[in-house]
């Protein structure tokens, strides 16, 4: 059993400064979020991520995770229309690629931000998911479907936050992460969801969405969006 805890920058990720690393298996940074805790295991960041904002220095066992790793793994499962381009998203589903993980369990990533100084960890930053973006015209959709996703591959997905949150995954604590088992949903509507997507072909294969972005009707994407929350509907009941 594999558990992979996914950190982003939310002001509540600094619970995670005092977690015993057990019960972790793997722990994947996104952004700033390397600076939370020393012992992660990989960072994961866009191609326009400040350098100034990177580690100056890796542990022997560090990696850094870059579109080069990331745009594949998206891919696979779909690319980033249908799966969200937020990193949060991107971080998901590359960790199913490539660590085949039994648990996702995510802090610091509810994409809910706060007024004020302090929206992230770190204090003022950008509200990335709220931007004007066509992949994310529902957050809580684009988690529906990775927590699909990741059912079908028997990995739960979760969310250790106890604040407001856009994921409709179930909540958890690090206590009781080795039982948790995947979330049930609704198949059949999950199917209808995946021959949308097929029939919409709305595949990017370099991931750079935004350049194609004329060719996408919102409407077909609200329609897929809503197949994939019809699906988790049970799940979202409880998270």
């Known amino acids: 059993m594999t558990t992979v805890l996914i950190l982003g920058s939310g002001p509540n990720v600094v619970a995670a400064r005092s977690w015993a690393r057990v019960p972790f298996d793997h722990i994947l940074a996104i952004n700033n979020a390397w600076a939370v805790r020393p012992d992660w295991d990989d960072l994961i960041h866009p191609e326009d991520f400040p350098v100034d904002r990177r580690p100056t220095e890796l542990a022997p066992a560090q990696r850094i995770i870059t579109a080069e790793d990331f745009v594949p793994a998206q891919n696979a499962f779909g690319g980033f229309v249908y799966a969200g381009g937020t990193m949060s998203f991107t971080a998901g589903y590359w960790a199913l690629h490539a660590l085949r993980p039994s648990v996702i369990a995510f802090l610091g990533c509810d994409m809910v931000y706060p007024k004020g100084p302090q929206t992230h960890f770190y204090g003022k930053g950008e509200p990335d998911p709220l931007r004007r973006d066509i992949t994310l015209r529902s957050l809580e959709a684009k988690s529906a479907r990775l927590m699909i996703e990741a059912a079908d591959m028997d990995c739960a997905v979760v969310n250790l936050s106890t604040d407001p949150s856009r994921l409709i995954v179930p909540r958890s604590t690090p206590a009781t992460l080795r039982h948790q088992r995947p979330a ?42 809503a197949l994939w929350l019809a699906a988790a509907a049970q799940a979202a009941r409880a998270a």
């Open 184 to 225: 049930p949903f609704d198949r059949a509507a999950a199917a209808r969801a995946r021959a949308a997507e097929s029939a919409a072909d709305y595949m990017v294969p370099s991931g750079r969405y935004w350049l194609e972005e004329d060719r996408f009707d919102p409407a077909v994407i609200d329609r897929i969006d």
